[in-house]
């Protein structure tokens, strides 16, 4: 009698701690189904319908399943009838293949089209659902750099780069330019966008637009070693004055400008590193950092690749002139 008693207070206290989860989990802000920009909304409203077209197969499923077990269990009062030789049922077979086709034409419909439309590489063409992107809007481009363990962000509009923060205006279009430093990386900022990879000599590119003013958690979505979990930044998303404000004050740091000595200096490994300002930035240090020839003496990957399809060409030229020779 004291086991079952036990028992049963067990079941309860597993019961009231599911409960209490439940509870506090439902004040969750999930920001990738509730984001601030045109482009995330976009891919919640593919996750929300995805889920729902599969629900569709997943919800009968389970019904049917407590359902048979009702009806067929050996205490029913209303004896089912009972066929052992029953095999085929044309309608039934109808709705089993019938219902799935349909749900995955749907899905590959809406996938086909969201790829296309969503393409990272493409500029946008709305700030929002209802309005196109103005004929003057000018883009602006960010450059990221994926470094152990943190983030480097240049604007080359600005001539200033920061370390572990950015800011952008609100309902003007951003291009991110994202390379990496170091191992493979993935840049995210769920309120803006999904993520995209980061890799060394490599570049992708993530066009995006935030709607609504705050400050968003941006972060390291791949794993790439002991520091990841601090690999963290802040996102602003302020009107324009807001923004020229920020500017001015990244101008106004007191850091030396970032030039290849100040670089190969912040690519070195550190956890937990402080937001820094640059005021000024070597030119073209992103395309040296792109092409790894920040260190001195060092070719750059892109006049390397020119120098070796220059002798190419050339080789396949002479081959053929001692072939007609």
Request: contains cysteine.
């Amino acid at each position: 009698m004291e086991i079952n008693r036990l028992s049963a207070r067990s079941r309860l206290n597993k019961l009231s701690l599911i409960l209490t989860s439940t509870l506090l989990l439902s004040g969750c802000d999930w920001v990738v189904m509730n984001p601030s920009g045109y482009i995330a909304k976009q891919e919640a409203f593919l996750i929300n319908a995805s889920t729902l077209l599969m629900l569709l197969v997943v919800v009968p499923v389970l019904f049917l399943t407590v359902w048979f077990a009702w009806k067929y269990r050996a205490s029913n009062p209303n004896k089912v009838k009972y066929e052992p030789d029953w095999h085929h049922s044309a309608t039934l077979e109808t709705i089993i293949w019938t219902a799935p086709l349909i749900i995955i034409l749907a899905l590959s419909g809406l996938t086909f089209v969201a790829t296309h439309r969503l393409d990272p590489y493409l500029p946008i063409s709305k700030i929002n659902a209802d309005t196109p992107v103005p004929e003057d809007a000018k883009t602006l481009v960010i450059e990221v750099v994926a470094l152990d363990w943190k983030w480097l962000f240049l604007y080359p509009e600005y001539g200033i780069a920061t370390v572990n923060e950015i800011a952008a205006p609100i309902d003007r279009p951003i291009q991110f330019k994202i390379t990496s430093g170091t191992v493979m990386n993935s840049f995210y900022i769920p309120a803006l966008a999904g993520q995209i990879y980061a890799m060394s000599g490599m570049e992708t590119q993530l066009h995006a637009v935030i709607n609504e003013a705050g400050v968003f958690d941006g972060f390291s979505a791949n794993y790439s070693g002991h520091g990841f979990s601090q690999m963290r930044f802040k996102f602003h998303g302020v009107d324009n004055q807001g923004f020229d404000d920020w500017v001015k004050k990244v101008h106004a740091a007191e850091n030396k400008p970032l030039d290849s000595e100040t670089y190969l200096e912040l690519e070195k490994k550190t956890t937990g590193h402080r937001v820094t300002y640059y005021g000024g930035v070597e030119e073209n240090l992103y395309h040296d950092i792109l092409n790894r020839c920040v260190a001195p003496e060092t070719i750059c990957m892109d006049k390397l690749m020119h120098q070796d399809s220059h002798r190419a060409k050339h080789a396949v030229k002479q081959e053929v002139n001692n072939e007609h020779g």
